[in-house]
């Protein structure tokens, strides 16, 4: 179960709950950082063009949050990351319903954890080294299914999304981990 109830910033600066954001729809997930150097936006960017082939439609059939591991990040990180992501992936509602957020250590720590995301920061690298995937949750925030690497296609996306709506747990399977 994520813990809904925890508070985030979003992009705009607003202070948000999860449970604000699902709006009685499945959650798309994706942990990562906003300045992550490596494979953090090609994961959004898979998951969007994914999200975008798929025929389902932004605030109607899914909700979104990016949510960065790294405490230090701000909301004009999220902001511009999502401006970004929003110029690349121009996909009609999304401007409201996709939502990047930056938190505490320990909200977001929470959320991580609830999801089995296990990272840890490199101080010499100064990068965070954590899974790469997607993670689905039914609208009362239990984790439906993953998505693990990068590559999305949209039918498993699609998939995803209509697993969670249902409320469906997907089975545990042994994950092949991609480390960012």
Known sequence: QIPIQ???????????RLDDLFEGKPL?????????PNLCSVVRAD??????ASG????RDYALVALS???SETRADAAAAKAEDL???PTPGAAQTWHFLTGTFDAVQAVANAVG???????????????????????TGAVS???????YQPADVRLGVTRAASGSIAAAALPVLLLC
């Open 28 to 36: 798309v997930l994706a942990l990562g950082y906003f300045r992550c």
């Open 87 to 89: 110029q690349r992936f």
């Open 6 to 16: 925890d508070i985030f910033r979003d992009d705009t600066g607003r202070i948000v």
């Open 69 to 71: 591991i790294d405490p």
């Open 47 to 52: 998951l969007f063009e994914a999200l975008r």
């Open 117 to 139: 995301f296990h990272e840890r920061f490199d101080p010499e690298l100064k990068q965070f080294a954590h899974p790469v995937g997607i993670v689905f949750a039914t609208p």
């Open 145 to 151: 299914s993953y998505l693990l690497g990068v590559g």
């Open 56 to 59: 389902m439609m932004a605030g």
